[in-house]
Structure formats: structure tokens, C-alpha cells
T-cell receptor, first 115, second 113 residues
Framework: AQSVTQPDIHITVSEGASLELRCNYS??????LFWYVQSPGQGLQLLLK??????LVQGIKGFEAEFKRSQSSFNLRKPSVHWSDAAEYFC?????????????FGTGTRLLVSP | DGGITQSPKYLFRKEGQNVTLSCEQN?????MYWYRQDPGQGLRLIYY???????QKGDIAEGYSVSREKKESFPLTVTSAQKNPTAFYLC????????????FGDGTRLSIL
């Protein structure tokens, strides 16, 4: 069965510092991968997605992620964090490329940004 | 603006009551989903629907029911059989074409009185 691991429950980063959130997946073939962000009491917003092609994916708000098949990872990065980036971040995997998506989510990483 | 509207934002239920959470989308999306979110557990799929008048159980369907009478609407009923209903519920949708990610509503928080 597919699974997604986000090993960090909380991460604190100083404003202006770089950020990397880890995501590891378990799936036999090349999965379809997503990063979503959730502000408190809100729904999820898509940051970026990987379906195929270039393994470095650019997203919104200055985020990027790199798919590494050898490490079964899809880590999210940002070179300089802003206070407004404080939120919870979810990695998700989907095994098929059809209209219907049965996403499997990680447990999330809460990002705190210190002044 | 197109989007997904969930209502109400907060909902309280007494023991033994059924409650219905509304999800409406004007994105003309075919597929719709209901997720439950608990602290530290991420999102878990309750039910999903690919077309009108058809829906399937997800991973945690016990104690829940849904209907899909219209393309734009996918209400979720939390029945009295759901013993631990306190959670944040999220509705999502996406088109029935490849490479289209899910869009999410802003959620409904359900609490037990």
C-alpha cells in the first residue's frame, strides 16, 4: 500500500532563512506527488505537483520541490522564508493519472517562523 | 469566482443526532471527495464520487453517508453511528481529466455538545 512520511511534526525557521520540508513515499512505480499548504481553520491550497518530466518542480509563493526516485523523496524547499509562510504543509501521493485521484496524505509539518 | 463552498463553518451536534455538512462547487468538476482531518493524522478519505448518482466508500466510511444528486453538490451526513465525529471536514473536487489536482473548500469544524 502507498504511504507518505513527513518525519518532522514541527519546524521553526527564522524569517529570511532557507527551508526544507521532508517527504518520503512508499510506492512501487513512479507516483504523482503533491505539496499542499493549510493555514489555520482553512482548506488546503496546492503549492506544486509532480507528474513527470523535470524532477525539479516550481510552485507558487516561491516554493520548489525535487523528486528523487533513488531516495523516494519529494522535499519542499524555499530559499528565504517569510512570516506569512507559517502554516501546515502536507505532502500527498497518488498512484494513478486518471481524473479520479485517491490521494494519500502525510501527517503534515507545522512551520513556525521566528522574527 | 469559481470555487468550493462548505457550510456551515462551525457545527455542533448533540449525542444521537445526525448532521449534514454541505459542499457546493461551481467549477463544473466531475469528481468530488470528503476528507476528515484530525490533529496529527493528516487527511483521511471518507467518501468520493466520480459522477452524479454514484459514490464509493473511502478508507473511513463507517458512520457517514453521502448523496450525489447534482453535479455541483455532494453533502455529507454524519450519523449517530459515528462515535467520534469531532473533527475538521474538508470537501474537494477535481475535473475528470488527467493531471488536474484537487481543489479544497475551507472546511467545516464539527464538535459534539
Amino acid at each position: 500500500a502507498q504511504s507518505v512520511t513527513q518525519p518532522d511534526i514541527h519546524i521553526t525557521v527564522s524569517e529570511g532563512a532557507s527551508l526544507e520540508l521532508r517527504c518520503n513515499y512508499s510506492y512501487g512505480a513512479t507516483p504523482y506527488l503533491f505539496w499542499y499548504v493549510q493555514s489555520p481553520g482553512q482548506g488546503l491550497q496546492l503549492l506544486l505537483k509532480y507528474f513527470s518530466g523535470d524532477t525539479l518542480v516550481q510552485g507558487i509563493k516561491g516554493f520548489e520541490a525535487e523528486f528523487k526516485r533513488s531516495q523516494s523523496s519529494f522535499n519542499l524547499r524555499k530559499p528565504s522564508v517569510h512570516w506569512s509562510d507559517a502554516a501546515e504543509y502536507f505532502c500527498a501521493v497518488e498512484k494513478g493519472n486518471t481524473g479520479f485521484q485517491k490521494l494519500v496524505f502525510g501527517t503534515g509539518t507545522r512551520l513556525l517562523v521566528s522574527p | 469566482d469559481g470555487g468550493i463552498t462548505q457550510s456551515p463553518k462551525y457545527l455542533f451536534r448533540k449525542e444521537g443526532q445526525n448532521v449534514t455538512l454541505s459542499c457546493e462547487q461551481n467549477l463544473n468538476h466531475d469528481a468530488m471527495y470528503w476528507y476528515r482531518q484530525d490533529p496529527g493524522q493528516g487527511l483521511r478519505l471518507i467518501y468520493y464520487s466520480q459522477i452524479v448518482n454514484d459514490f464509493q466508500k473511502g478508507d473511513i466510511a463507517e458512520g457517514y453517508s453521502v448523496s450525489r444528486e447534482k453535479k455541483e453538490s455532494f453533502p455529507l451526513t454524519v450519523t449517530s453511528a459515528q462515535k467520534n465525529p469531532t473533527a475538521f471536514y474538508l470537501c474537494a473536487s477535481n475535473p475528470d481529466t488527467p493531471n488536474q489536482p484537487q481543489h479544497f473548500g475551507d472546511g467545516t469544524r464539527l464538535s459534539i455538545l
